[in-house]
């Protein structure tokens, strides 16, 4: 068993794959700064788990204090979640978006090589297939650009990562590509809890469940699509969470660097979702037509026999699964965490 470093880990995909290490017998420790989650994710990875680990709140910029937790603890490999992620807000303020995601993870990286650490997992995203590349998406199709700068952070470390991996072969990168990850665990105590009103399909979804929205506005129904909104490939975020343990794995017994793609590989449409969601909490949800969303594409689905063969990983849950603990997360947690 492994101790891992874990930034980023009280958000919504660190918690969960916190929960998931742990379980696992890994020890972990965890460095956030709160600035999109909050301390309650810590509370309830211990309550779940029953399991305690050490915290450092602070900013992965601060190259002393990471230098520091890594000297405080025998770490054998990173999980890198910590980063800005509103596709929206990254186009308004993007010089805030390079510094904390791209100048971040150079610290970051900085830290692990002064504290021989060579080994780090890193959250990407199929937003890296920019508008191009046909669907499904493989890993090997071109990756060089994208709409927003959000995404061109996820472009840009990753060939950072992989420069990393080139100049020193000692070094050992997964640099996993998620696709929509959605759901929450189920227990209820985790899932996601997103600051003001949600930029996503699946939050904002749950807040019209609960009351706290009018209507969902569907962004567009005239792409060339079953039903003419747009298709996403949905994954499960416990099922994102056992990704995690098999990149840890394979970046403990292998160097270099490998990107997979972690999705169910299935499409489903904006109704698809509405309509799950609307199964598992047993009533119709009002919707509105708008129109298309600046940047939005038709298709985006994962080709997954990369993540079949490298890690032995397939995600096991479906839309229904994922809706039902999605709402009941929402339901007993409406104000969120
Ligand atoms: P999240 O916002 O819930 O979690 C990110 C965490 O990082 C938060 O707890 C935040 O407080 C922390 N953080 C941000 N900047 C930090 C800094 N400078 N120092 C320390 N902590 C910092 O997001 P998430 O949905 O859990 O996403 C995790 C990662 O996965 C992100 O890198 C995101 O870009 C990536 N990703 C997310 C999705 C998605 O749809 N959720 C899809 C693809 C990739
Ligand atoms: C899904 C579908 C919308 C909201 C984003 C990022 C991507 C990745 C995952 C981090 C689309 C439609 C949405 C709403 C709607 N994140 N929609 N009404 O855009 O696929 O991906 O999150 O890496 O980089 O871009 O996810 O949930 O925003 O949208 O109709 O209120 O739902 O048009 O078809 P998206 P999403």
Redesign the pocket.
């Known amino acids: 068993m492994a101790n891992i470093l874990v930034t980023g880990g009280a958000g919504f995909i660190g918690s969960h794959t916190c929960v998931e290490l742990l379980n696992a017998g890994h020890d972990i420790v965890v460095v956030d700064n709160f600035s999109n989650s909050k301390p309650e994710a810590l509370k309830r990875i211990k309550a779940i788990t029953g399991k305690d680990f050490k915290f450092y709140e602070l900013d992965i910029l601060e190259l002393d204090k990471m230098d520091k937790v890594f000297k405080e603890n025998s770490i054998d490999a990173v999980i890198h979640f910590a980063g800005l992620?509103a596709?929206g807000e990254s186009v308004e303020k993007p010089v805030e978006y390079y510094h904390n995601n791209i100048t971040g993870t150079l610290m970051l990286i900085k830290a692990m090589r002064q504290n021989g650490c060579k080994r780090i997992v890193f959250?990407?995203?199929?937003?890296v297939y920019g508008v191009d590349n046909p669907v499904p998406y493989v890993e090997t199709m071109p990756t060089h650009t994208s709409t927003?700068p959000?995404?061109y952070t996820?472009v840009m470390i990753e060939q950072i990562l992989t420069d990393v991996c080139a100049s020193d072969p000692e070094w050992s990168v997964s640099l996993l590509r998620?696709?929509?990850?959605?759901g929450a665990h189920k227990s209820g105590l985790l899932g996601e809890d997103p600051n003001g009103i949600?930029?996503?399909?699946?939050?904002?979804?749950a807040q019209v469940a609960v009351g706290k929205r009018e209507f969902?506005?569907?962004?567009?129904n005239d792409?060339d699509t079953p039903d003419g909104?747009?298709?996403?490939d949905?994954i499960h975020v416990m099922d994102l969470a056992n990704g995690h343990l098999c990149a840890v794995d394979y970046v403990l017994e292998h160097k270099g660097v490998e990107a997979v793609n972690l999705g169910t590989g299935k499409g489903s449409?904006?109704f698809d979702?509405l309509h799950a969601f609307e199964k598992a909490c047993g009533r119709e949800l009002p919707y509105r037509i708008?129109p298309?969303?600046a940047?939005?594409?038709?298709w985006?689905y994962a080709n997954t026999d990369k993540a079949k063969e490298v890690f032995g990983w397939t995600a096991k849950y479906g839309l229904d699964e994922m809706a039902e603990d999605g709402w009941n997360f929402t339901k007993n947690n409406p104000d969120g965490l």
């Open positions: 992620k596709v959250s990407s995203s199929a937003t927003n959000y995404g996820k998620y696709f929509n990850p959605i949600p930029n996503n399909l699946f939050p904002y979804i969902l506005g569907v962004f567009g792409y909104t747009g298709v996403r949905y449409s904006v979702v708008l298309r969303r940047g939005d594409i038709a985006c």
